[in-house]
T-cell receptor
Framework: KQEVTQIPAALSVPEGENLVLNCSFT??????LQWFRQDPGKGLTSLLL???SQREQTSGRLNASLDKSSGRSTLYIAASQPGDSATYLC???????????WGAGTKLIIKP | GAVVSQHPSWVICKSGTSVKIECRSL??????MFWYRQFPKQSLMLMAT?????????EQGVEKDKFLINHASLTLSTLTVTSAHPEDSSFYIC???????????FGPGTRLTVT
């Protein structure tokens, strides 16, 4: 049974720092991995989607990497800003049916 | 585009009553909608998948008679929590997907508190 773990559960850093959020999964047979952002009172926003054949994806200050063989993904946020404060969720799809298996998230606080 | 709304955003009800949560796709036709629940500091858990015009498919361990899902139109799905108990208190999130599309779009969630 696929399990997704995110460490740390919470992280607080000063504005401007670069940071890394971690996601691990137990079964390397995934279709893709996705990083989401969850803001209180708002829906989940998809940040980056990495197909199983890819190693990384970049969008602006965000870079997500995928190492399927070791069951790990990282989300790198460069030059963090207070507006980056949110909960970041990692989810894997076991197949093309787009069922998502979620991690519990990392709550990120960027201090001005 | 691709906006999904939920109503209400929060609700408090007494134990034993039923509560209905609506999920609407505002600018696209959602042939498939998903319902999740999320406990504090825990993962989102898929409860059920509903396709327009057909019965919902429930995940293992989810009581279909307690969590009634209706997907009667291409823009609306409802989740009714029947005979609610305090342990049903949770954050319920829906998502919607258009026909032939891969990506899900998520609603803002509904906070249910059962007293």
């Amino acid at each position: 049974k696929q399990e997704v773990t995110q460490i740390p559960a919470a992280l607080s850093v000063p504005e401007g720092e670069n940071l890394v959020l971690n996601c691990s999964f137990t079964d390397s047979a995934i279709y893709n991995l996705q990083w989401f952002r969850q803001d209180p009172g708002k829906g989940l926003t998809s940040l980056l989607l990495i197909q199983s054949s890819q190693r990384e994806q970049t969008s602006g200050r965000l870079n997500a990497s995928l190492d399927k063989s070791s069951g790990r993904s990282t989300l790198y946020i460069a030059a963090s800003q207070p507006g980056d404060s949110a909960t970041y969720l990692c989810a894997v799809s076991p197949d093309s049916n787009y069922q998502l298996i979620w991690g519990a998230g990392t709550k990120l606080i960027i201090k001005p | 585009g691709a906006v999904v709304s939920q109503h209400p955003s929060w609700v408090i009800c007494k134990s034993g009553t039923s509560v209905k949560i609506e999920c609407r796709s505002l600018d696209f036709q959602a042939t498939t909608m998903f319902w999740y629940r999320q406990f504090p500091k825990q993962s989102l858990m898929l409860m059920a998948t509903s396709n327009e015009g057909s019965k919902a498919t429930y995940e293992q361990g989810v009581e279909k008679d307690k969590f009634l899902i209706n997907h009667a139109s291409l823009t609306l799905s409802t989740l009714t929590v029947t005979s609610a108990h305090p342990e049903d208190s949770s954050f319920y999130i829906c998502s919607a997907r258009a026909a032939g599309a891969y990506e899900q779009y998520f609603g803002p969630g509904t906070r249910l508190t059962v007293t």
